[in-house]
């Protein structure tokens, strides 16, 4: 069955979110009751608006499978290097370990690589090591500690 990789629509954020949801440290954060909470909308708007921002889905048999979001950062080091931000990346829970996760990350990958980014970066959850073996297996390497501040 293949996969389809495309922008995400403001029709799409039902399932967006509930791929968000399902997921343990998401549980906590998103909420996937219908109808969803506004904040959802205008996000989505603000992202969607953004020529540096792109939200996409993975559809597979006319189903949403997957999401991203691709930041496209503009930067003076690295001479001038574009560089492009994996955040959000979510496959659906009961195709988890069929290859769709490397198959959306490849994708985003030559996204960058098409944009001129010379360099892909992404942040993960410290305690989610399964997903870190994920990513090292796609060729990324733990180069730098991260750090966050909730406001």
Excluded: N
Aim: proline residues 3%; charged residues 25%; glycine residues 10%.
């Amino acid at each position: 069955m293949a996969m389809e990789m495309r922008r995400a629509t403001r029709d799409d954020l039902p399932a967006i979110v509930a791929l968000l949801a399902d997921d343990v440290r998401g549980r906590s954060r998103d909420d996937a009751s219908l109808p969803l909470d506004p904040a959802y909308f205008e996000g989505f708007a603000a992202v969607d608006a953004d020529p540096r921002q792109l939200l996409a889905v993975a559809v597979r048999d006319g189903a949403i499978v997957g999401t991203l979001q691709l930041s496209f950062i503009p930067g003076i080091g690295h001479k001038g290097a574009w560089r492009g931000q994996i955040e959000a990346v979510r496959i659906a829970s009961q195709l988890r370990g069929q290859g769709l996760g490397g198959e959306m990350i490849a994708w985003a990958v030559d996204t960058c690589r098409s944009r001129g980014c010379r360099m892909v970066q992404l942040t993960s959850d410290k305690t989610r090591l399964d997903t870190h073996r994920f990513y090292e297996k796609l060729g990324f390497e733990q180069s730098h500690l991260g750090f966050k501040l909730t406001l």
